[in-house]
Structure formats: C-alpha cells, structure tokens
C-alpha cells in the first residue's frame, strides 16, 4: 500500500516537472527540491530494501529536474533526520512512560505543556495552511474576472468592426450599383451619338453626291 508521504512525493515530483520549462519559477522550483530531498530521505529511512528501485526511479527524476534548474546540492540531511526522529521516540516514549507508570505531579504539567505547544504548533500550521488557500482563491477568482473583462473588451470590439464591416460593405455594394447605372448610361449616350454621327455622315455623303452630279451634267 502506498504511503502518504509516496504519494506526496509523486504528486510534488509531478508539479516540479510540468513546471521545470517556466524559468521565472524556478525559485520556487528550488523551494521545492528542497522539500522532495528531505521526503525521499525519510522515505527511503523507512522503506525496506524491496523498494530499492522506486526510490531510485524518484531520485533519477529529482537529479533530472536540479539538472534542468541548475540546482545547487545542498549538504546532505538523512543523519539531521535519523537523529530527529530518535529523539522524537525517545520523547515519545518518555512520556508514554511517564502517563503509564504515575509521573510525579511536578513532571505532569511539563508533559501537557509540551502536547499543549504541539497542539498550538499545529494549529498554526493548519491556520497558515487555510490562510494561503484563501489567498490562493482570491487570485484566482480576480484573474478570472480580469479575463474575463478582457473576453467581454475583445467581444465588444469584434461586433463593432463586424458593424462597421457590414456598413462599409453595404455603402460598397450602392457605390458598385450607382457606378454600374452610370456605365449603361455613358454607354447609351455614346451608341446614340455614334448613330448620329454614322447618319450625319451618311446625309452628307448623300448630298455631297447629288451636288457632284449636278456639276457635272
């Protein structure tokens, strides 16, 4: 069965790899190599020796993304872990063995002190926590407004230009019809006078004969 913390460590994996492209986000990228050495080090403290390979294919997939981010390695943690995880059991056990056995009234206080400090730590934790979704949530819906004034700006202005479009197409087309009347115009008006001119021509050729005629005889 698939731990927690595997499944946090694939799905930060994931993140840090669909973002590795983005330079501008590569500070936050080293953040968050940071976070997956110290979860691949505890989870590889608490896996057995079968899950050998899957630790590896996790650490392949990290070394790949420092390499893309040009990650500076930072000093190894798994001991700092080791040591603080033995003494947090120690604590534990301390104080399991205190509750069982009758600690003395003066030791009490000090242990519920110390569940009372977790308990607050916590509780801060969660609060940071909601306070950064809550965030999280105000840019978003802010963004979604600004594209969304910025879609309704750019639809405003296609149906102006269609309008204008439509009426520069329409004052087009009567251009086109008063230009077509006015050619069937000028071209009646030359074939008439062409006429005219072939009848003019053709009097006068008329007479011009009978008056050589006349001459002659």
């Known amino acids: 069965m698939v731990s927690k913390l595997e499944i946090n460590i694939r799905s930060l994996l ?19 190599v940071k976070s997956l050495e ?6 590889e ?12 294919d996790y650490k392949s997939r990290l070394a790949s993304i420092k390499a ?22 120690t604590v534990e056990s301390n104080l399991r063995k205190e509750l069982l056995e009758g600690s003395s009234l003066r030791k009490r206080p000090v242990a519920e002190e110390n569940m009372g400090q977790a308990m607050k730590y916590y509780s801060d ?11 999280l949530t105000r840019n978003l819906r802010e963004q979604t407004e600004t594209a969304n004034k910025i879609i309704k700006r750019d ?5 102006k230009s269609t309008m ?14 008063k230009l077509q009347d006015h050619s069937r115009r000028a071209w009646k008006c030359w074939m008439w006078l062409m006429l005219g001119l072939v009848m003019a021509i053709f009097l006068f050729m008329v007479l011009f004969m009978k008056i050589m005629k006349k001459k002659s005889t």
Do not use: F
């Open 68 to 89: 893309s981010i040009n990650y500076v390695e930072s000093p190894p943690a798994p001991k700092k872990l080791r040591e603080n995880r033995i003494q947090n059991e």
């Open 38 to 43: 110290t979860m691949i080090a505890e989870l």
């Open 14 to 32: 994931s993140n840090c790899e669909e973002s590795v492209n983005d330079t501008t986000n590569h500070w936050r990228l080293k953040k968050h």
């Open 164 to 177: 204008i479009s439509d009426s520069n197409l329409g004052s087009l087309s009567k251009e086109a019809e």
């Open 125 to 135: 934790y969660q609060e940071r926590i909601t306070e950064d979704m809550l965030a």
């Open 155 to 159: 639809t405003e202005i296609v149906s």
């Open 45 to 56: 403290e608490l896996s057995e020796d079968s899950a050998y390979k899957v630790l590896s």
